[in-house]
């Protein structure tokens, strides 16, 4: 498939291209003195919490808007991304402060012109084809191809999203997205990774336990995760870890791929992933939509296949789960959110509770 136009991008700018809540949070202790001070993780979602992270709003003034920093990498990220992509800004801030927050925005990043500057708060108009925000709402409204969310702490809940953690990692994730609009399904033959992407209930640890024994080629990637072992029979895909060693190896660089899903920490070493390709196996690994396309961030010959089932099946395996209830209403919750994941994957295979039509249509496809 080829396209003949550059690719848009449309940037939110509030804690993706200036601080708003770090700046806002500095202030405070330095106006109030709060010991211990407050810190950004106190701001775990948006909007008033009923805590002492509430004064926050009370510095968002003129002033504010005028003096916000901008964020540690962000010019040279916005000088990047316009080498890859026509860059747009969409930004919501009060009316009485647009002219300074327009001003903010032209003189701090030249690269985009004026006419790509756009106020307002429905960004779920926008035309574009990737939108880069914060606001988890406008990522799961938007109308983008590829809504992406800077994870920052008020949105660590979100699942079943694509999600970055840096302006690094988008970059690599817009290199994926151009790159696929010009390959080919030649391109996706005999892969050196394949990834099974889709939503909680799809089928895909049984799929891949039958893809292993139908084929020789795979050998399973293991995920480390603070889910409680006791609450899944998934265990021969999953290394146990508690959440403050999970968090050691994200810390430490450990994985190259972490993130929450259903209220739980997964993540894959690059070590693993590296011993099965030296092995001369074919890496088979079941990961949400972010540990997919950081796959293909990091190595190149991965496929990933969605495998799409009807909802209602959906939820009857989720609820048939040995889990918690709060466990089983995230998973629930994120199934919408992940069907859009569809449209991104390289493959998209139908499981209709066929274990073995499905798991041959995929090797089909595959080799």
Not at 2 to 23: G, K, Q
Not at 149 to 157: A, G, T, V
Not at 225 to 230: A, F, L, Q
Not at 311 to 338: A, C, F
């Amino acid at each position: 498939m080829s396209r003949r136009f550059r690719m848009t991008t449309a940037l939110d700018v509030d804690d993706v291209l200036l601080e708003c809540v770090p700046y806002a949070i500095k202030l405070a202790n330095e106006k109030y003195n709060f010991d211990p001070p407050l810190t950004i993780y106190e701001v775990d979602r948006w909007g008033k919490l009923g805590t002492r992270a509430d004064v926050i709003f009370e510095f968002f003034t003129e002033e504010f808007f005028r003096t916000q920093p901008v964020i540690a990498g962000a010019k040279e990220f916005v000088r990047k991304l316009s080498q890859m992509t026509e860059v747009f800004v969409c930004t919501s801030v009060y009316p009485q402060f647009m002219s300074i927050r327009a001003e903010v925005i032209m003189r701090e990043f030249p690269e985009i012109p004026p006419e790509n500057i756009y106020m307002g708060s429905r960004k779920d108009k926008l035309n574009v084809d990737i939108l880069f925000d914060d606001g988890m709402h406008n990522v799961l409204n938007s109308n983008a191809a590829y809504p992406i969310l800077m994870r920052r702490p008020w949105n660590q809940r979100a699942t079943g999203m694509l999600a970055v953690n840096n302006y690094d990692e988008f970059l690599k994730l817009v290199e994926v997205i151009t790159t696929s609009y010009s390959a080919t399904k030649d391109d996706y033959k005999n892969p050196s990774i394949v990834a099974l992407v889709g939503p909680s209930g799809s089928g895909k640890t049984k799929i891949a336990g039958e893809l292993i024994e139908k084929c020789d080629k795979f050998e399973k990637l293991l995920s480390y995760t603070t889910i409680d072992p006791t609450s899944t029979t998934e265990d021969d895909w999953y290394n146990y870890v508690d959440k403050n060693e999970f968090f050691d190896m994200v810390e430490s660089g450990e994985l190259f791929e972490s993130t929450m899903y259903a209220g739980h920490g997964f993540g894959s070493k690059k070590s693993d992933v590296d011993d099965i390709l030296k092995s001369g196996k074919t890496v088979l690994a079941i990961m949400d939509i972010c540990g997919a396309m950081s796959l293909k961030t990091h190595y190149k010959d991965v496929v990933t296949v969605y495998v799409k089932r009807d909802k209602r099946e959906l939820l009857s395996s989720i609820l048939e789960k040995n889990s918690t209830n709060e466990d089983k209403v995230n998973r629930i919750i994120s199934i919408d959110d992940e069907r859009r994941n569809e449209e991104i994957c390289d493959y998209v295979v139908e499981n209709n509770g066929d274990y073995d039509k499905t798991t041959n249509k995929i090797l089909e496809l595959l080799f």
